[in-house]
């Protein structure tokens, strides 16, 4: 990197940041493009010539972040002070930061994916300013409407002003036929396509015991939760399913509506957004399976990760 290079992300990041600037105010003013300083203030946010710090109610512990991205090997951490451990008080918490997260990293041309779930939901309603990008649902539905993938990606694709890609069809069905009928959809398919391209992606981590889950649900609904917890299901992220070491258990792969873990690794970042003690195990089982590169928590859950042996 040159150091006029550096000069510049710092000039982009201070007439963004500081001088409250639009990405477009200061193409004009440069004379370059929008995309060029996207970049540039991505390229500043990795760099370290800007760091993050967001405010109550998520104040942020540097310490135990630090800690957490080095122990795990983790791309960011982000720990987050939250005024009670209460979920709701969690959730609203980590939806703010996830959100101003996003609004800082994602940049003109990505696409980004998204799961369902109750603090993802918080997060898509504290969406302000995101660069223009494409929304992909990455898993059919299996919680209720105010918490679905559907109204998530609706909710980010209108703060950004780009395309919103959903998946109209249940996150788990009963059999093969079923599923491979709902992915033959056209409107499912055309999502589906779009998992490959995917650039960035906020995934929530549902714990199964105890369970916290709303695919933990939509398995009781059809039938299969006893088989599922029979093979030690822990945790899943999307519709894939972990044991309590990271291992996947693919009973229900070809039940399922959603992206495949395969395309979920080849993501270059996967953001996991979960919180509360109850969910550590879980949280850890995302983490050693490799399927996560970066975790927005809470400080307690945080804490009990570090207390963990490696």
């Known amino acids: ?31 370059i493009s ?27 512990d540097l310490d135990i972040s630090i800690a957490l991205q080095k122990r795990f090997g983790l791309k960011r951490a982000i720990a987050v002070m939250t005024p009670s451990p209460r979920p709701e008080v969690v959730q609203e918490a980590l939806g703010r930061v996830g959100a101003q997260l996003l609004s800082e990293i994602v940049v003109d041309g990505d696409v980004l994916g998204v799961t369902a779930g109750r603090t993802l939901s918080h997060m898509a309603h504290h969406i302000g300013e995101i660069a223009h990008c494409e929304v992909v649902q990455l898993a ?18 209108q703060a950004s002003g780009g395309n919103a890609y959903p998946i109209f069809a249940p996150l ?8 491979i009928a709902l992915r033959s959809d056209p409107v499912i398919h055309e999502t589906f396509r779009r998992f490959d391209g995917v650039t960035k992606a906020v995934v929530a981590i549902g714990s199964w015991n105890p369970p916290d889950s709303q695919l933990y649900d939509n398995a009781r609904n059809i039938g299969v939760l006893d088989d599922l917890l029979s093979r030690n299901v822990l945790a899943e992220v999307a519709a894939t399913l972990l044991d309590p070491h990271g291992q996947e258990i693919d009973t229900v792969v070809d039940r399922s509506v959603a992206v495949s873990s395969a395309q979920l690794r080849a993501i270059p970042d996967v953001i996991g ?25 809470d400080t307690g859950l945080a804490q009990r990760l570090l207390s963990q042996p490696v």
Not at 141 to 155: L, Q
Not at 281 to 293: E, F, H, N, P, Q
């Open 1 to 31: 990197m040159k150091r006029n290079d550096e000069e510049q992300m710092a000039d982009v990041a201070t007439r963004h940041f500081i001088g409250n600037r639009s990405r477009i105010e200061i193409a004009e003013e440069l004379g």
């Open 34 to 60: 929008r995309f060029k300083v996207a970049r540039l203030l991505e390229q500043a946010i990795e760099l370290g010539i800007v760091t993050i710090d967001i405010g109550m109610p998520g104040v942020v």
């Open 140 to 157: 059919g539905v299996a919680g209720p409407v105010r918490e679905n993938g559907i109204d998530i990606v609706r909710r980010i694709a």
């Open 172 to 179: 788990l069905v009963k059999d093969r036929a079923t599923a």
């Open 273 to 297: 957004l979960a919180g509360g003690t109850l969910k550590a195990a879980a949280v850890r089982s995302a983490i050693d399976s490799g399927l996560i590169t970066s975790l927005v928590t």
